[in-house]
């Protein structure tokens, strides 16, 4: 027999090192986004002090709401190592959709609008996530074909035509201006959603089951995990919140075209990549994703109160997203490297 | 060599209790390859039997049937004396049988707990979801902790298990599987990637194991580890149940016969008198930390070298450190005297290198392209007038190549995919060997081939070596590597052990020689051994 290793390979503060160590990596990824915002706040703010005006930050917030929500499902579908690029077409097609529902049927109570939404959503995240799941086809290309059938369809149904806001009943256009205390209402009702969302995915076995797909699919496979009802599920999710967040749209702008919500599937997915989630899957939080919507709006808004060129905005997003990976690719490097070494035996 | 009938598994005098898991005269097939054709095992509660065979024996489909992960064709399995049918890995969980593979499945990005309780966290009991299943992290944590301790392995299961070595990954995995009060723990090659201080600790928890009342399924390559752990013995050979035993009584070259086993006297032709001539390929000392080392080899004009070897002995990686397709870290390898630059099978091929991987499909062609495409492939530079290629010349080398090979084609335009596994490889043969190159490497060359193709294939290579090509040849199989070679290297554990003339080489000193086992006959044969080259085997 050769010397007993198994006793003497490790001492109890090693082991509360390591786990502080992980713990703080994954908070950096949530708080350096947070950083980042707060810097940007403080220099924008600095050079135009309309920058942090209550009216400016209420519209950051409105902003952001239905940004964020849409994170919340793009952040489920990218935990589990696929992708929904449909999100831009399916806000579109419910924006208009429950719009002229109102316009048709002008007495309709508000919620039934919105449940109107999220069916028509719902719709489209089941046929994305029957062909991903049930067909074995990756997403990157079923929901990009997506993207252009529903936008078609879309475009189908809306022709020429648009409706605009004196269609529409004051109370719904209302809903974006709601405060309580100065917080826009939907804000509120926006993190209430995301905060259950995080919950969701932290605590709900179906939740950890995503993270454990996108972080080894073929591992969730051996385990027994039912892999593809669980992506259906994220995608089915996804299509909901992007038909409810389309009716959001609709009360936050007025007047909806066949145009309404086009490209926002990419902005959707910066925000969830600079937010910190992991592109392959695996890792990244909602909160992260969340973040990451805010601080987008944020860039936006700052560059226009600070009369800088839009041009610059799209420029600036892209280098964030830059860094994000970059930062996600060294982090995660140092992260194997360090918890490697520190497993490392004396033999 | 008959060391026991073809009868299915006796019950061994030793353990009289009943099995808790036997699976009898199990098949299944893939396509047209019978990959198990009567695959029978019995395993009983404390007791570590051990699963042995050559590669391509049958042994992972069993272990893949015992997953879960392939539904036998027939046979059956019974689990404590019930019969059951495993739909998928799920249910093979259910009825308390782990496997734990040679490269243990985790999800890198989470915790070792969960990695260990995922599908199944532990729950809250008051959820105020119906149904809901919200997960108890410090249930968990405290269970995973629990188990280690039982295991005596101090892992800390709040990290994430990225980072983790192999072995502690598969502890993670046998933790897995003992807290799911698995019954059976099967291990898949467990020891193959671990060093020998991990391997004795692998071990420990066996024996833990085995002390608490599993059975345990152990495969090895090693049959050193096989007389270690193990108390019973099955060994299967090409797709069948051989013999199932008690070890004790059974010395490592019993078993190395039994598996070996087939008629030895029929060996394929060999082109005999070659006359060899200079050295072509020189590798001194060649070393890729982890992976081989130390490795010095000849392969003269007009000869064939066989590297033989376990798959996982590093033959593979040899070749292609030697092609240039993956870096060493040290020594040196040269061809027709003129020193190559590291990783570049540019190089290696401006200098005469022919490469035919193993894997045909994936590395050797491009499968969407035509024949004649994929013959010209290496030769482009050839064929090009002005930065253009000549479809004429290019069409008249493939058909060129095409009928010295006989190669069977409907249109040379028609794509590589529609030609048959034999066809495919000969068409990989033609692209080198339009380079007229003075060194020919072959992986696995006759792999997944019919019987005929595969004596064409073993012709051409005899008469390649004819007009003085020097080829270095790895194979898997034994007769081949007896039958096509000049001379045998044989490889183990990334070090080269042994080296037979074709005179004297014979199945079983090679396998012993693979296996790390001290065969008298082998060590005889390698202080007999011709004195032209340096590499002589050291131990």
């Known amino acids: 027999m050769r010397a007993a290793i198994v006793p003497s390979r490790q001492q109890q503060p090693e082991r509360l090192r390591q786990s502080g160590l992980a713990e703080r990596v994954f908070r950096i990824r949530e708080s350096g986004i947070l950083v980042v915002l707060v810097v940007f706040v403080a220099v924008t703010t600095g050079v135009q002090h309309r920058f942090l005006d209550v009216s400016n930050i209420q519209f950051v917030l409105v902003d952001t709401a239905s940004f964020a929500l849409l994170a919340l499902g793009e952040t489920m579908v990218v935990i589990s190592r696929n992708v929904d690029l449909s999100v831009g077409s399916v806000v579109g097609l419910s924006a208009y959709l429950s719009a002229s529902l109102f316009a048709s049927h002008p007495g309709l109570p508000i919620p039934v609008v919105f449940l109107a939404g999220l069916g028509i959503g719902l719709a489209c995240g089941i046929a994305n996530g029957i062909m991903v799941a049930a067909g074995r086809v990756p997403s990157l290309v079923v929901t990009l074909a997506t993207l252009y059938i529903i936008r078609g369809i879309d475009i189908l149904v809306v022709g020429g035509n648009e409706v605009d806001a004196n269609q529409l009943p004051n109370a719904f256009l209302d809903i974006p201006k709601d405060t309580v205390g100065g917080i826009p209402d939907i804000a509120i009702a926006v993190a209430v959603i995301i905060a259950a969302g995080a919950y969701y995915l932290r605590t709900y076995r179906s939740g950890r089951d995503l993270y454990a797909i996108g972080s080894n699919p073929d591992a969730a496979r051996l385990a027994g995990l039912p892999v593809g009802r669980r992506v259906f599920t994220a995608f089915a999710v996804s299509g909901a919140i992007a038909g409810v967040a389309g009716v959001l749209w609709s009360a936050q702008y007025g007047t909806i075209n066949s145009t309404a919500g086009t490209g926002y599937e990419l902005q959707v997915v910066s925000a969830v990549v600079v937010g910190g989630v992991a592109i392959f899957g695996g890792s990244g939080s909602v909160t992260g994703a969340a973040i990451g919507a805010l601080l987008l709006t944020t860039i936006s808004s700052a560059l226009y109160v600070l009369g800088i060129s839009s041009f610059w905005d799209q420029a600036i997003w892209g280098l964030l997203l830059l860094v994000a990976i970059a930062l996600d690719q060294t982090l995660t490097e140092r992260l194997t490297s360090a918890l490697r070494k520190r497993r490392t035996r004396h033999e | ?539």
Request: a neutral charge; proline letters at 4%; hydrophobic letters at 45%.
């Open chain 2, 1 to 539: 060599m008959e060391v026991a009938g073809n009868e299915p598994p006796a019950q061994p005098e030793a353990a009289g209790a009943a099995p808790v898991l036997e699976l009898r005269h199990a098949a299944k097939s893939f396509g047209a390859v019978r990959a198990l054709i009567d695959g029978s095992v019995d395993l009983r509660a404390g007791e570590v039997h051990a699963l042995l065979g050559e590669n391509g024996a049958g042994k992972s489909t069993l272990v893949k049937i015992l997953a879960g992960v392939h539904q036998p064709d027939s046979g059956t399995l019974k689990v404590n004396g019930a019969d059951v049918t495993l739909p998928g890995p799920a249910a093979a969980k259910a009825a308390g049988i782990a496997v734990i593979y040679q490269e243990p499945t985790l999800f890198p990005d989470l915790t070792v707990a969960e990695n260990m309780f995922v599908g199944r966290q532990p729950h809250r009991s008051a959820s105020w979801i119906k149904g809901g299943r919200r997960i108890d992290r410090r249930a968990m944590l405290r269970e995973a902790a629990a188990v280690f301790k039982r295991l005596g392995v101090p892992l800390d299961p709040a990290r994430i298990a990225r980072g983790l070595s192999i072995a502690d990954q598969q502890v993670v995995e046998i933790g897995k599987a003992l807290s799911l009060d698995a019954r059976v723990i099967v291990m898949d090659e467990p020891t193959a990637a671990l060093s020998a201080a991990e391997v004795e600790r692998l071990f420990e928890v066996i024996r833990t194991l085995k002390s608490q009342g599993a059975a345990v399924l152990f495969i090895s390559h090693r049959l050193e580890e096989v007389f270690a752990i193990c108390q019973t013995v099955t060994v299967m050979r090409d797709g069948s149940h051989v013999l199932t035993s008690d070890l004790a009584g059974l010395t490592a070259n019993d078993l190395v016969r039994a598996m070996v086993g087939r008629e030895l006297a029929e060996r394929p032709p060999h082109a005999a008198a070659v006359t060899t001539g200079e050295p072509v390929l020189i590798v001194e000392r060649l070393t890729r930390e982890g992976v081989f080392t130390d490795i010095s080899l000849t392969v003269r004009s007009g000869e064939i070298v066989a590297l033989a070897g376990l798959v996982g002995s590093g033959r593979s990686e040899v070749a292609r450190a030697v092609f240039g397709i993956d870096r060493y870290d040290a020594g040196q390898v040269a061809v027709n005297g003129k020193q190559l630059k590291k990783a570049s099978p540019t190089s290696a091929m401006a200098a005469g290198i022919g490469f035919v991987p193993e894997d045909r499909r994936q590395q050797g062609l491009v499968m969407d392209m035509s024949v004649q495409q994929n013959v010209a492939l290496a030769s482009l530079h050839d064929l090009e007038k002005g930065g253009l290629i000549r479809a004429s010349a290019e069409r008249a080398m493939a058909s060129d190549w095409a009928a010295r090979l006989k190669i069977k084609y409907g249109r040379l335009t028609d794509p590589v995919s529609m030609l048959s596994g034999g066809n495919q490889q000969k068409v990989v043969l033609a692209k080198w060997l339009g380079r007229k190159p003075s060194l020919l490497i072959v992986d696995e060359p006759t792999r997944g081939i019919d019987v005929g193709t595969k004596a064409e294939v073993h012709n051409l290579l005899a008469e390649l070596a004819g007009s003085g090509v020097g080829i270095l040849m790895i194979s898997s199989e034994l007769p081949e590597v007896l039958g096509v070679s000049d001379r045998i290297l044989v490889m183990r554990e990334g070090t080269l052990v042994a080296e037979f003339s074709h005179a004297v080489a014979s199945e079983e000193a090679v396998m012993s020689a693979a296996m790390g086992q001290h065969d008298p006959v082998s060590e005889a044969v390698k202080h007999d051994e011709r004195n032209d080259t340096q590499n002589g085997a050291s131990r």
